[in-house]
């Protein structure tokens, strides 16, 4: 029975976010999260990244629900998608739950979806030949939880985002003695955390975290522009401790965060006084030293709109001199290089910026010695890192090795690795094709490789577009080409440039009116091709070039005739006399305007 185990991750493994990860015992399918990212530089004009599932919709039989660890977008962001194509249960703690239906109620083609269900860490749900049961972690969001999948070879857990932190307030905290228990059942493989494998030295406490917003906020005289998560609970939370200490009101910045909040404070996960958000018209009756805006972003994210904001394009919001830009988010290694631009962009208009990350270890994520401590209370037999880039992933396997977990027992796998479990052992056997999903607006998955370099090329080397009209069946070229281009070069400047592309399209284009057989695809390509190289020889740019070749209508005139044809049967013909009046009306007409 035990040959029939496999684990595959779909995404979250040699990457940021995006996590999810199927487990199939026999012939059921459990789905642990279904997480997006956003995107990195490179992806130009996508929204979001999610993971692309085609070997789950060949086995959607199987699928026996999704289990959701906590609340943020790289553990839910792609639930609404998912649910697109399965229609299968979602268990998740309460507030994961909620902000899961919250995602959900986004997109009009799931928002009826409601086969949700609230578990606890004293769940336990039967499949069969499995147990699905779990425990509770601390992470920056309340009631964030574990999953454990009792099979008959052994438990497989899944830790999802945690922590240790001793300061940890109800809602938050980690169940050690329940840890101790599952690790003394038997842990055949851990799926664990390695998002903080880059951490030597210990995080900084939540308590702490609060004590140096609140000081932050005491001492600045000005407006303060909060960067935060919308999802982060626990750090809107000290947001809010803060500004009331100091006697602060807040401006919420956008719907995403408004939800979130009305959410959590529905369920009592958020702490607030009635009168402390106000709207940005009652701002601007206030000193700047009682102000604070919380500023989240779409989806959550606060680093591009930042950007915005500095730039000028929010129209709500404009900085000055006095204000303070403190963000209290830590961003991904992904996005170092976005970080200091947005730093810079800040600067540049005078304001003053802080990050949290510069001075304490926000992280919500475990330390080296957090991920050290949860192996040893799982003592697992196989160990599956995974949540990080490679060089995390390969650091907490070194962890791993340090505390007893013989190397040959660590697997650091990729997406589409199927970890087979056979004869009392897991190897990697079969991989299956997991590409991105990428979300662009409204579009799902339309977006590829090809239309992502034609999207590079634009925005490096711009669009060359020629447009020739040409009569096929007397074989000439009607109209010289007309030369369009935009981020290329200066036309103006370029002139020369633009005379000889026209000379060799009209040179093409005749070539292959010329050739016996004539095809419309050979013409396009041959003008790419040979003009592209020509542009290239001359700029050393290979910008995207778009052929517009037309035809003019040769069957006119039959068609004219036939229409005189068809009115002469069915009306009488006007006699000449007429026919000379009409046209001297028409002419008197015309030079009468």
């Known amino acids: 029975m035990d040959n029939n185990i496999k684990i595959i991750p779909f995404g979250g493994v040699r990457e940021n976010g995006k996590n999810m990860y199927a487990v199939e015992f026999e012939d059921q399918i459990f789905i642990l999260d279904t997480g997006l990212k956003y995107p990195e530089n490179e992806l130009m004009g996508i929204d979001v990244v999610i993971p692309d ?21 790289d553990s839910i962001g792609a639930l609404p998608y998912f649910l697109m194509d399965f229609n299968v249960p979602v268990f998740g703690s309460e507030m994961t739950i909620a902000l899961a239906k919250l995602a959900v109620k986004n997109h009009k083609e799931v928002k009826k979806f409601n086969d949700f269900h609230v578990v606890d860490a004293s769940t336990a749900i039967d499949f069969n030949d499995v147990t699905v049961s779990f425990f509770q972690t601390t992470h920056t969001i309340p009631e964030t939880l574990g999953v454990v999948l009792e099979t008959k070879a052994g438990n497989i857990v899944y830790t999802g985002d945690f922590k240790f932190d001793q300061t940890a307030k109800k809602g938050y905290q980690t169940d050690l003695a329940r840890l101790a228990e599952i690790g003394s059942q038997g842990v055949l493989a851990l799926l664990s955390d390695s998002a ?25 005289n000005g407006r303060i522009i909060v960067a935060s998560v919308a999802s982060n609970i626990m750090r809107v939370q000290q947001i809010i401790n803060a500004a009331v ?8 910045s956008g719907k995403d965060i408004e939800q979130i909040i009305d959410t959590a404070m529905s369920l009592g996960k958020l702490h607030l006084p009635d009168d402390l958000f106000i709207s940005r018209k009652e701002a601007e009756k206030l000193e700047p030293n009682q102000v604070v805006i919380l500023e989240t972003g779409k989806m959550g994210e606060p680093i591009k709109s930042l950007q915005q904001i500095a730039n000028g394009d929010n129209p709500n919001l404009q900085l000055t001199s006095t204000d303070l830009v403190f963000v209290t988010t830590t961003p991904s290694y992904a996005q170092e290089t976005e970080v200091q631009k947005t730093k810079d962009m800040i600067y540049r208009t005078g304001a003053e910026v802080k990050f949290i990350s510069d001075d304490l270890n926000p992280s919500g994520h475990a330390n080296q ?3 050290q401590l949860m192996l040893n209370f799982m003592k697992p037999k196989f160990f599956i890192p995974i949540q990080g880039e490679y060089r995390l992933l390969d650091r907490h396997a070194e962890l791993a090795e340090e505390v007893g977990v013989p190397k040959e027992n660590i697997f650091l796998v990729n997406k589409g690795d199927v970890l087979t479990y056979k004869n009392g052992k897991f190897h990697v056997g079969e991989h299956i094709d997991v590409s991105n999903t990428m979300i662009d607006g409204t579009g799902v998955g339309d977006i590829g490789n090809i239309v992502l370099r034609d999207r590079r090329v634009l925005s490096e080397d711009g669009i060359f ?24 070069v200066f036309v103006k400047t370029n002139r020369q440039l633009m005379q000889q592309s026209a000379d060799l399209v009209e040179k093409i284009v005749q070539e292959n009116l010329d050739q016996k057989e004539f095809d419309w695809s050979h013409l396009k390509q041959d003008v790419r091709d040979k003009l592209n190289r020509f542009l290239f020889d001359q700029t050393k740019r290979h910008p995207v070039i778009l052929p517009v070749i037309m035809e003019i209508n040769q069957h006119q005139k039959k068609i004219k005739n036939n229409a005189e044809k068809k009115e002469g049967k069915s009306a009488k013909p006007r006699s000449t006399k007429e026919h000379h009046r009409g046209r001297g009306k028409k002419r008197m007409t015309k030079e009468k305007k």
């Open 245 to 252: 200490a100091v006697g602060r009101k807040i401006v919420l």
């Open 369 to 371: 010695n957090d991920e």
């Open 53 to 73: 599932w085609e070997y789950l919709r060949e086995h959607k039989d199987k699928i026996v629900g999704v289990f959701l660890t906590h609340g943020h977008a």
């Open 465 to 488: 577009v020629v447009v020739a009209t040409i009569d096929r069946k007397k074989k000439k070229i009607v109209a010289r080409p007309q030369i369009t281009s935009r981020g290329f």
């Open 196 to 220: 903080g494998a880059g951490i030597t030295g210990a995080s900084a406490r939540e308590q702490d975290i609060g004590d140096y917003i609140k000081e932050t906020f005491k001492y600045q």
